[in-house]
């Protein structure tokens, strides 16, 4: 029999008492209170740039917006690791405007020793489980992961012409040509992105998880007086990241831009290899009405009072 007190019931009951109690068990148990990371010598903050160098080099930009740092405090941890010898820093070919940041020999083979050391440690918390409770853990913090990701990307109205933006439509417009029988035309496309979700009528929006766009959207306003009404295209979420509801989270988002264009009705149209899509349109209370473009590739349309 599992005896509880009436306090971790009522915390099991509370989800920021549950997140809170999570972070202070495991920031404990991985070491992140030491000042020397797994005997590294360095604290984790330090580390981690470290690791994000070594796992992915680029310039400095690249590692500040994966990261999310101030530019000032990612400075003084590449001093650190400048000062140990384990990272050097030069002007980017293509940029002299930005720095380019990579590992040294010294600094690869403290990366190795860094590899090494964490997989211990992980192995070092999972040996004491029976093969099922490693089943669960691996399962819990894999969904853990995806869902604090989810929570914490944001939303970014952009240019549907900026460079990420470009990126996460053509990531959608690739996926559209896997899934559909016939393949998908992404021709003039873009050029009527430009036009139509752009302000003053219309919205991009892309969330960015380190540094790289994982969903996309936008919302364009079509017709005129009693007959105008807006429509949200480009709906898009990277595959790895569905199933943690950043697609509804986007959509909502959507719908207020949409609302705040001055629209009462808002209209969408996807395609019969989309389910997923479909039924998150329908759960979100979206209602399938007849055809109302020429939109070769649409076979569902719906419409939904804002």
């Known amino acids: 029999m599992t005896v509880t007190s009436k306090a971790d019931s009522a915390a099991l009951g509370d989800p920021a008492a549950v997140v809170r109690r999570f972070n202070r068990s495991y920031t404990q148990r991985i070491g992140a209170l030491e000042d020397s990371f797994l005997g590294m010598g360095l604290p984790l903050s330090t580390i981690r740039v470290l690791f994000e160098i070594g796992t992915e080099p680029g310039t400095v930009a690249d590692l500040r917006a994966r990261l999310g740092l101030d530019s000032g405090y990612l400075s003084r941890l590449l001093r650190t690791l400048e000062d140990r010898g384990l990272v050097a820093l030069s002007p980017d070919p293509t940029d002299r405007r930005r720095r380019r940041v990579a590992l040294t020999g010294a600094g690869q083979a403290f990366f190795a020793d860094l590899e090494a050391r964490s997989e211990e440690r992980a192995r070092t918390l999972l040996d004491p489980l029976t093969e099922r409770q490693r089943g669960r853990l691996t399962a819990a913090l894999a969904e853990a992961d995806l869902l604090v990701r989810a929570a914490t990307v944001t939303l970014e109205t952009v240019e549907p012409t900026c460079d990420v933006a470009?990126?996460?439509?053509?990531?959608?417009?690739?996926?559209?040509?896997?899934?559909?029988?016939?393949?998908?035309?992404?021709?003039?496309?873009g050029a009527k992105?430009?036009?139509l979700l752009s302000p003053p009528l219309g919205a991009f929006v892309i969330a960015v998880s380190d540094g790289r766009p994982v969903a996309c959207g936008g919302v364009q306003t079509i017709g005129g007086g009693a007959e105008r009404y807006a429509e949200i295209k480009r709906m898009w979420v990277d595959e790895a990241w569905r199933g943690a509801g950043l697609g509804s989270r986007l959509l909502r988002h959507l719908e207020a831009l949409a609302r705040g264009l001055g629209h009462t009705v808002c209209r969408l149209d996807t395609n019969d290899h989309l389910a997923e899509a479909v039924a998150m349109y329908r759960r979100a209370g979206y209602t399938e009405i007849g055809r109302y473009n020429d939109n070769p590739y649409a076979r569902h349309f719906f419409e939904k009072p804002l």
């Open 166 to 189: 470009r990126q996460a439509v053509g990531a959608y417009f690739a996926e559209l040509d896997r899934r559909f029988p016939d393949g998908f035309d992404a021709t003039d496309q």
């Open 193 to 195: 992105d430009a036009e």
